[in-house]
C-alpha cells in the first residue's frame, strides 16, 4: 500500500530544521541539510528521473510531460525549515483520530491549550483527524505540510500515468522562515513558467496578495558610566528606545489589526545602556503605504532625539518583499486554474490576503508568477500549531487538479 500524506507528515516533522536569524552560512542552519537530502532520496526512490540538491540546499526535480503539446511547465514549492521563534527540536506529534470539538490541552505542557474559541477553523476539523504537538514544540506543518502534500502529489501522479500532465517542477527550498528562501533560488534551472507555493492555511484558502514590507532597525548609542558618578554624563540608551517605542501607535500593532489595515510591529529589542536596539516590521499591502509608516517612526526618533540631544540614534531601512497581486494578475491563468482546480476538489476556493509574505513574493516579483495554496495547518510559528489531515488530503487534490486544468486549458 502506498503511503499517505499523514505517512509522510509525521516522517518530516521529527527532522529538526529551524533555521536561524543573522547567519552566517546559507542555510542558515547545516541540520536543514537532514530534510533536504532525505527529500532527494526519496524523489529518488519515487523514480522521479531528474533530481538535483545544490550547495545551498535547494532541491530541485523535474517529472516530464506525459502529454503531447505544449504546456507550459508549472512548479510546486514548499519550504523545510521552521520558525526560529519556537524550538522544533524533539517534535512528538499527537494525533487526534477524531476531533469532537472542544478546547485540546497539549499532554506535554498543559498550559498549552488550542482554544476553540481562537480557532475558527478548529469548526472544519470537526469529525476530522487533527495533529498537534505535544505542545513543548512547534508542530512543523509550516511547511512540512507542504512538502509532505506535493511528495504525495508526485507520488500520485507517477502511480496514476492516467493523471494529465506537463512538465511538473518540484522546488524545496531552507530558509523561508528568515526571509532568505529565495536568495539563491535559480529560477531558470528550476525551468517553470508557473509556480504555487504550497504554505498557507486554512482548507480552501488560496493566496494571490500579499504585504508589502520593509524592516527597519533603529540603534541608538548612549554613553555609558558607574551610576555613582552618572549625573549629567550617563545617556541611557534603555530610556532612549523605549521612549521611541513608546510611541509607536498601538492601534497600528498586529495585534490590533487585521485584514487590510498595515502594521508597526517592534519585535526584537536588545541592549544595555551604552548601545540599544530595535528592529521593527512595516507592513502594508499597499507598497507606497511603507512610505507612511516610516514618517511616523522617523517622528518618533525626531521628538525623542530632541529629548536627548547627546544621544546618537540611527535608523536603517531595509526592503524586505513587495505585494505580487499585480504582477500576477498580468496573466491571470496562473490564478484562476488554482481557482478552478481547488473548486474540482470539492472546496469553496476564496482568495484572502496573507498578512506575511511567503517565498512567492520574491519569485513573483523576479518573474515567476507563484500564488499560495493551503495546506491544513493554522497557529504557525507558536506550539499550539495543528493540522487538518483532511486539508492536507484536499490539497494533494488539488495540485493534481491543477496539473491537469493546466493540461486542458492549453489544447
Ligand atoms: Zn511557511
Not at 94 to 103: A, K, L, M, R
Not at 133 to 147: H, I, N, Q, R, V
Not at 200 to 207: Q, S
Amino acid at each position: 500500500m502506498s503511503e499517505t500524506v499523514l505517512d509522510k507528515f509525521l516522517r518530516y516533522v521529527v527532522i529538526d530544521t529551524q533555521s536561524k536569524e543573522d547567519s552566517e552560512s546559507y542555510p542558515s542552519t547545516a541540520k536543514q541539510f537532514d530534510l533536504l537530502n532525505l527529500l532527494v532520496k526519496e524523489l529518488k526512490d519515487l523514480g522521479v528521473p531528474k533530481v538535483s540538491i545544490d550547495e545551498f540546499g535547494y532541491v530541485m526535480a523535474t517529472i516530464p510531460s506525459n502529454v503531447p503539446g505544449n504546456v507550459p511547465p508549472v512548479g510546486f514549492i514548499a519550504h523545510v525549515d521552521t520558525s526560529p521563534e519556537v524550538s522544533g527540536a524533539g517534535v512528538k506529534p499527537q494525533i487526534v483520530t477524531n476531533y469532537h470539538g472542544g478546547d485540546l490541552v497539549l499532554s506535554g505542557d498543559p498550559t498549552v491549550i488550542i482554544r476553540e474559541s481562537e480557532n475558527p477553523a478548529l469548526q472544519t476539523a470537526r469529525g476530522k483527524m487533527i495533529v498537534t504537538s505535544d505542545g513543548t514544540t512547534l508542530l512543523g506543518a509550516d511547511d512540512k505540510a507542504g512538502l509532505a502534500i506535493i511528495m504525495t502529489a508526485v507520488q500520485t501522479m507517477i502511480g496514476n500515468p492516467k493523471i494529465a500532465h506537463g512538465d511538473i517542477k518540484i522546488g524545496f527550498t531552507p530558509d523561508e522562515e528568515v526571509g532568505a528562501g529565495t536568495k539563491f533560488f535559480d529560477i531558470k534551472k528550476f525551468g517553470a513558467l508557473f509556480a504555487y507555493t504550497i504554505d498557507g492555511d486554512t482548507p480552501g484558502e488560496l493566496n494571490k496578495e500579499t504585504f508589502s514590507a520593509d524592516s527597519c532597525l533603529i540603534t541608538v548609542h548612549g554613553r555609558d558610566i558607574h551610576p555613582g558618578s552618572a549625573k549629567d554624563i550617563m545617556i541611557n540608551s534603555v530610556r532612549v528606545i523605549s521612549d521611541i517605542i513608546s510611541r509607536l501607535p498601538k492601534n497600528m500593532a498586529p495585534e490590533t489589526t487585521e485584514g487590510y489595515e498595515p502594521y508597526i510591529h517592534p519585535y526584537v529589542l536588545e541592549g544595555g545602556v551604552g548601545k540599544s536596539t530595535v528592529k521593527i516590521l512595516f507592513r502594508d499591502f499597499k507598497t507606497a503605504g511603507l512610505g507612511a509608516l516610516k514618517t511616523i517612526v522617523e517622528k518618533a526618533v525626531a521628538e525623542v532625539q530632541s529629548m536627548y540631544p547627546k544621544a546618537k540614534i540611527e535608523l536603517q531601512i531595509t526592503e524586505q518583499y513587495r505585494n505580487m497581486r499585480d504582477r500576477l494578475e498580468k496573466d491571470t491563468r496562473v490564478i484562476d486554474y488554482l481557482f478552478e482546480a481547488t473548486k474540482r476538489s470539492g472546496l469553496q476556493p476564496e482568495w484572502t490576503p496573507i498578512r506575511g509574505g511567503t517565498d512567492g513574493s520574491r519569485l513573483t516579483e523576479n518573474g515567476l508568477p507563484t500564488p499560495n495554496i493551503f495546506t491544513g495547518g493554522a497557529n504557525y510559528h507558536s506550539r499550539t500549531e495543528w493540522v487538518n489531515v483532511w486539508g492536507m488530503e484536499k490539497a494533494v487534490e488539488t495540485v493534481l487538479n491543477l496539473a491537469q486544468v493546466w493540461v486542458e486549458k492549453s489544447r
